[in-house]
């Protein structure tokens, strides 16, 4: 496995800024953001830009891939393709297809996103319109022998995302039904997201082993306090938080992965508010995360 890191939590860097840091620190690769230039979403760690699919050289981004000895683990972009909107929707599905095609000429094989979701409607009243928009995307990526890889994050942390989330891949259910209607979707498995659902995550990876290609290592705390006063529908019971400080089974997992033979990327995700302050906090957070995540992946 390959160590490395989500690139939107240093936002302030330049591209070679990230691939130097990275190199400096020891990691194996990074997940580059790619969001529209200027026209992010603005939840926390949206919009972060550090490849401009529309515009980039492809020679020098690989000689400063080259340079800093780090690889690029994937190319991410995370909006809502199932937007309720119409238009959104479409600007979505056109960038997603712009970022694919961008990982095939930097010869990149994953594009880690998500399936979406219209929060206001259920799951069987969303599966039109996922029969609708994502074969012609999942086309597009296997013309570019790029593996798209979806996220299982419900996306239901604030009120606007209330009451559905806005991703429709978050349980073994659902990834059993987008796997049989598109074989050739993979996912970018999140421990975290696992946690607060109550869904034993070295199970699931022992049963979706080999459709996993990439990793994120975030860590999720519960708390139960506020999950006693509140009920599991209300918002703020469980914590983002850095591998190691939360209630994630690193080693159960870690066993898992090693089980059914993965030997991808494994990227720290930092969306821990306890390390947000600065640049200065963000990259300490990352090292902290590094040190834990080493013992098991030495």
């Known amino acids: 496995m390959q160590l490395g890191f989500v690139s939107a939590i240093l936002p302030d860097l330049s591209l070679e800024e990230l691939l130097a840091f990275a190199a400096a620190e020891g990691f194996d690769c990074v997940e580059l953001m790619c969001w529209p230039v200027g026209k992010g979403e603005q939840r926390r760690y949206s919009g972060v830009t550090h490849l401009d699919v529309t515009s980039f050289d492809v020679a020098h981004v690989q000689s400063l891939v080259k340079k800093h000895g780090v690889a690029i683990s994937g190319l991410g972009y995370y909006p809502n393709p199932l937007d309720p909107d119409p238009q959104t929707r479409q600007v979505v599905q056109g960038h997603l297809k712009k970022v694919i095609t961008a990982a095939s000429a930097l010869g990149i094989g994953i594009v880690n996103t998500f399936i979406g979701r219209d929060q206001f409607k259920s799951i069987p009243a969303n599966w039109p319109l996922v029969e609708e928009i994502w074969p012609p995307i999942v086309r597009h990526a296997?013309?570019?022998?790029?593996?798209?890889?979806i996220e299982n994050c419900p996306m239901l942390f604030t009120q606007d995302e209330w009451p559905g989330g806005k991703n429709l891949a978050t349980s073994p259910a659902m990834f059993r039904k987008l796997f049989d209607f598109q074989p050739a979707l993979g996912l970018n498995f999140d421990p975290s997201h696992m946690i607060w659902q109550f869904i034993d995550s070295a199970r699931c990876i022992r049963e979706f082993g080999k459709k996993v290609f990439h990793v994120h290592a975030k860590d999720t705390r519960?708390?139960?306090?506020?999950?006693y006063e509140q009920g599991n529908l209300g918002f703020g019971w469980h914590t983002a938080k850095l591998p190691g400080l939360g209630d994630v089974d690193w080693s159960a997992l870690f066993a898992a992965l090693?089980?059914?033979?993965?030997?991808?990327?494994?990227?720290?995700?930092?969306?821990d508010r306890a390390y947000e302050g600065s640049v200065a906090d963000r990259k300490r957070a990352l090292r902290q995360s590094a040190r834990y995540l080493r013992q098991f992946m030495a």
Do not use: F, Q, W
């Not at 296997?142 to 890889?149: F, I, P, Q, W």
């Not at 090693?258 to 969306?271: A, R």
């Open 258 to 271: 090693t089980d059914v033979g993965y030997n991808g990327p494994v990227c720290i995700e930092v969306e």
């Open 222 to 227: 519960i708390d139960a306090d506020k999950l």
């Open 142 to 149: 296997t013309a570019s022998n790029v593996k798209l890889c």
